[in-house]
Structure formats: C-alpha cells, structure tokens
C-alpha cells in the first residue's frame, strides 16, 4: 500500500514539475495554484509512503524516477533534446536507486 502512496507521490510530482513552465515564472494564477497544489499532494503522499518505506529509499525512487520521467516528457512533449549525457546520467540514476534498494531489502 505506501508503495501505491509513493507512486502517486511521483505522479503528482510529474504533474507539477510539467506544468512548471505554464506559470511564466510564477506569475500566472492559476498554473501557479496548480503547481502548488500538485507539489502538496506530492509531498503528503510520500509523507505516507516514508511511514513503512525507508526514508532514503523512498526519496531515491521519488526523485529518481521523477528525474528520468521529467526528462522523457520533455524530450517527447516539449522538443528538448535527448543527448548522450542525459542517457548515461539517467541510467546512473537508475543504476543508483536500484543499488540502493538492493541494499535496504532486507532492512525495515
């Protein structure tokens, strides 16, 4: 179940981080309340998830998937560049959170 709370955590993460550039440095109302309210829910809802999910793990996770979605929704939706460095940082992201979950599977 607090693995449920993380991925929707992630989710809401992605929602707010995606809308980022539609507030126009924070002065559009209501992309800005939209950022907002996407970022609490995130933050509420990994706050649940910690409570059985160790708390380096789970922000691993968090922030490691959360870094390689952002960075394929803005190369597909927003026509950034995919580069070489990008691929290979992601992967050590991932290469990251994986060791650490690895390490802390038996741990609770």
């Known amino acids: 179940m607090h693995y449920l709370f993380l991925f929707g955590a992630i989710a809401a993460e992605l929602l707010a981080t995606s809308l980022m550039k539609s507030t126009h440095g924070f002065t559009r ?9 996407a970022y609490g829910v995130s933050f509420v809802l990994l706050a649940h998830a910690v409570k059985s999910i160790q708390v380096g793990v789970a922000y691993a996770i968090w922030s490691g998937v959360g870094t390689a979605a952002i960075v394929a929704i803005g190369a597909v939706f927003l026509g950034e560049p995919l580069t070489t460095i990008k691929v290979s940082g992601i992967a050590l992201i991932i290469a990251g959170v994986v060791m650490l979950n690895l390490n802390t599977s038996g741990a609770h």
């Open 29 to 37: 109302l209501w992309p800005t309340l939209s950022v907002l309210a």
